[in-house]
């Protein structure tokens, strides 16, 4: 094995290092706070369409990525891990985007009543209809 010079700990880690990211360590977390707030801030309000859901999303994906950049050292990593990366956050797009393109353009009596983009929740004809008298037999029974 080669030696270690003793600026470095048993990991390889260089002790001038680890000074260095607990600013970065610190700024991520406050961005994070924020963000997590931010969450909190947008469930107290109603924005009108799928603008809501997008919002949430984009927050979400941000700290997320926060997290798998400088928490799991992806961002002082080269090559292979950061192609694997953005293949994950493609994949992720894709299936979300799929799945919310699919219910936006989904035939209106398939969403539950009283849903955006659903038929408008009101009588329908069973309702206004009177209760049959006369049991199961009805009038043919006699």
Do not use: C
């Amino acid at each position: 094995m080669a030696e270690r010079s003793a600026a470095t700990d048993e990991h390889g880690h260089g002790h001038g290092e680890h000074a260095s990211h607990l600013g970065r360590y610190a700024a991520v977390w406050v961005a994070l706070l924020v963000l997590t707030f931010g969450t909190w801030g947008l469930s107290r309000f109603h924005i009108p369409g799928g603008w809501g859901v997008a919002v949430a999303l984009g927050i979400a994906i941000t700290k997320s990525a926060l997290v798998a950049l400088f928490f799991m050292h992806l961002w002082d990593q080269r090559g292979a891990n950061r192609l694997v990366f953005l293949t994950s956050l493609v994949f992720v797009v894709l299936l979300i985007g799929l799945t919310l393109s699919d219910n936006a353009t989904r035939f209106p009596l398939t969403n539950p009543p009283g849903s955006e983009g659903a038929l408008p929740a009101g009588p329908t004809d069973y309702d206004a209809a009177p209760p049959a008298q006369g049991g199961p037999q009805g009038s043919h029974g006699r």
